[in-house]
């Protein structure tokens, strides 16, 4: 019979039980099960603890040096700041502005266009560049905040809206390059 969690029965409400006392009743002293076979066992794997197995040696940490356990967290914290760096992300991918503008920047190529369209192309394309690099600091921000006791997800999602506010803040200068100069349209005469 397998107790490996591919071969049991998802409903199996009894197994779980099972394994929530053998945690239970695990020693205190911090040491893993062993998987060493002992004298006399056989083949089969042993789950007693092993002599000098004790909290000192399963300890990587130096004496007087605590594991790194996630903190807390905060207002000031670096999942704060990754949090926000998303929200914000979020905020400037979903207006469409960036890509809109880039688009119709290379749409138009060298065709005249009103100096007032041209103003209007430029706020929005400044706007949406400095959205993009405000991202890019609160998500610089939470990384250099990180530490050892930082939640992984929390460099994650950092580092996911550093990475793609960078990408948009080199849309947004590309933009600003490929923009026509604005000419001054004549007015029909009727």
């Given at each position: 019979?397998?107790?490996?969690?591919?071969?049991?029965?998802?409903?199996?409400?009894a197994?779980?039980?099972?394994?929530?006392r053998d945690?239970?009743?695990?020693?205190?002293t911090?040491a893993?099960?062993?998987?060493?076979?002992?004298e006399?066992?056989?083949?089969?794997?042993s789950?007693?603890p092993?002599?000098?197995?004790?909290a000192?040696?399963?300890a990587?940490w130096?004496?007087?040096e605590?594991?790194?356990?996630?903190?807390?967290?905060?207002v000031?914290?670096?999942?704060t700041?990754?949090l926000?760096?998303l929200?914000?992300?979020?905020?400037?991918?979903?207006s469409?502005?960036?890509l809109?503008?880039?688009t119709t920047?290379v749409?138009?190529?060298?065709?005249?266009?009103?100096?007032?369209?041209?103003?209007?192309?430029s706020?929005q394309?400044?706007?949406g560049?400095?959205s993009a690099?405000?991202?890019?600091l609160?998500?610089?921000i939470?990384?250099?905040?990180?530490?050892?006791?930082t939640?992984?997800?929390?460099?994650?999602a950092a580092?996911?809206?550093?990475?793609?506010s960078?990408l948009?803040?080199?849309?947004a200068?590309?933009t600003y390059?490929?923009?026509p100069?604005?000419?001054?349209?004549?007015?029909?005469?009727f």
């Amino acid at each position: 019979m397998s107790t490996s969690p591919e071969d049991r029965d998802p409903n199996d409400r009894a197994w779980d039980a099972d394994r929530s006392r053998d945690a239970d009743d695990a020693p205190a002293t911090g040491a893993g099960p062993s998987f060493t076979p002992q004298e006399g066992a056989g083949t089969e794997p042993s789950f007693a603890p092993q002599e000098g197995a004790g909290a000192e040696a399963a300890a990587p940490w130096e004496e007087g040096e605590a594991p790194a356990e996630p903190g807390p967290g905060g207002v000031l914290s670096a999942e704060t700041f990754a949090l926000t760096a998303l929200a914000l992300l979020a905020v400037t991918v979903l207006s469409g502005q960036l890509l809109q503008l880039f688009t119709t920047m290379v749409l138009i190529g060298d065709q005249p266009v009103p100096v007032d369209q041209v103003r209007q192309f430029s706020t929005q394309v400044v706007i949406g560049g400095i959205s993009a690099a405000v991202v890019a600091l609160v998500a610089g921000i939470s990384l250099i905040m990180t530490g050892a006791g930082t939640r992984p997800w929390a460099r994650w999602a950092a580092a996911t809206a550093l990475i793609v506010s960078l990408l948009l803040v080199l849309l947004a200068v590309v933009t600003y390059i490929l923009m026509p100069a604005g000419t001054e349209m004549q007015q029909p005469t009727f």
